[in-house]
């Protein structure tokens, strides 16, 4: 492959991925009793062991993590379609195949970037398209064993994106830190910098977010907001963006409550840090990507963590937005080197 | 019966809902072993 088509194959893979969990999500929590903690053990188990698993992926890079991840996703619905086995062993199996695949599309498309955003930012960008699709699909009257071939789907794109790939490559060309900043202290701004980003993610005001239209339109804004972060900041320059984005994002996200244009504006601008944090703990990491792809994916789980636990009103949650955002705009402004063009 | 009360979940289950926590501090902690001793490795 001469040109870098590897985002585009794990924006698939990554759309797959998430249809495929929130069907199964949205169907088990209509019919479990314990509504509240099937998304949290979700998150967790989803979310926090790709930090393992990117080291393991990092140290032995001939492990194809996208089979496993795969075979994984597999297990879990032809136990959810045909057997009775309790929810919590396919849902365990299902998150760990979630992280597998994770992780195989942030070495891959990381390790073919040379030190560009784009790649990755269009790989994690396919997931919010797929949330959404995933939701809908549970709503219908869909079979789950359906799915099984949407999961065989991705095998030819796994396979694809390995093709002609460097196991060796490395994501040396990834320098948008400052050299003189404390690494350890790079390290823990970019973390919390994702989980403010998670914890506002969930605390977004959306009124108007009230038919499926709007649900659909929401969650693919984000998504082209996800894939824009990269796009713009390799165009021009990372800080610019990270910046102006994370600013600019405030006054959308605050009045836009009840205005469905202003609200999508805000949460465009708003997803477009996604790929920033990952390049900047790339920067410092630059030995193994799969651990820095696991730090954000903590972070995000850190974030998300408190909604399950705290509700705040429509005031307090402003207040934060605005809080939260100047200091986020602040830390990357700190830690990101000037732009050169 | 449905819950989306998480006090009466960790009422009901407390075993699982601790455990799950404990496992999520270990695996957190044991990532900031590893970025330590990348760090360190890095110097």
């Not at chain 1, 969650?219 to 610019?240: R, V």
């Not at chain 1, 903590?298 to 937005?321: D, H, R, Y």
């Not at chain 2, 009901?12 to 072993?33: C, D, G, K, Q």
Request: hydrophobic share 50%.
């Amino acid at each position: 492959m001469k040109r870098n088509y590897r985002g585009y194959l794990y924006f698939y893979i990554h759309f797959v991925v998430e249809v495929v969990c929130f069907f199964y999500l949205s169907r088990i929590t209509s019919n479990s009793m314990f509504v509240w903690m099937i998304p949290f053990i979700y998150d967790g188990l989803a979310f926090v062991p790709q930090s393992l698993i990117g080291y393991i992926s990092d140290k032995y890079p001939k492990i194809n993590m996208g089979i496993i991840g795969t075979l994984m996703l597999l297990t879990s619905y032809i136990l959810f379609s045909f057997t009775k086995i309790n929810d919590l062993v396919t849902l365990i199996i299902l998150c760990l195949g979630n992280a597998f695949l994770h992780i195989e599309g942030a070495e891959i498309t990381l390790k073919s970037a040379q030190g560009r955003l784009s790649p990755s930012a269009i790989f994690v960008s396919g997931g919010s398209f797929g949330v959404v699709i995933g939701r809908l699909l549970a709503t219908t009257g869909i079979l789950p064993w359906v799915l099984i071939i949407l999961i065989l789907s991705m095998l030819p794109f796994v396979l694809l994106a390995r093709r002609d790939w460097n196991k060796n490559a490395s994501t040396k060309d990834f320098n948008y830190v400052k050299e003189d900043l404390s690494k350890p202290l790079v390290i823990f701004i970019a973390v919390l910098v994702v989980i403010i980003r998670g914890y506002m993610g969930y605390g977004i005001p959306t009124s108007w977010n009230k038919t499926v239209i709007e649900l659909i339109i929401f969650y693919f804004t984000m998504g082209i907001g996800k894939a824009l972060g990269g796009i713009l900041s390799d165009y021009f320059g990372i800080q610019k963006v990270a910046v102006l984005s994370t600013l600019l994002a405030i006054p959308f996200l605050c009045f836009g409550d009840n205005i469905m244009i202003i609200s999508l504006i805000g949460v465009m601008l708003f997803s477009m840090t996604m790929s920033i944090t990952l390049a900047i703990l790339v920067s410092v990491l630059k030995r193994t990507p799969g651990l820095a792809f696991g730090l954000t994916t903590i972070g995000l789980f850190l974030g998300t963590a408190p909604i399950f636990f705290i509700k705040v009103s429509m005031e307090i949650n402003i207040a934060i937005i605005i809080l939260f955002s100047c200091l986020c705009s602040l830390a990357l402004k700190y830690v990101l080197k000037e732009d050169t063009s | 019966m449905k819950t989306t009360d998480y006090q009466l979940y960790i009422n009901e289950n407390p075993v699982l809902f601790y455990s799950f926590i404990l496992f999520m501090i270990l695996i957190i902690a044991s990532t900031i072993y590893l970025v330590y001793k990348e760090l360190k490795k890095n110097k």
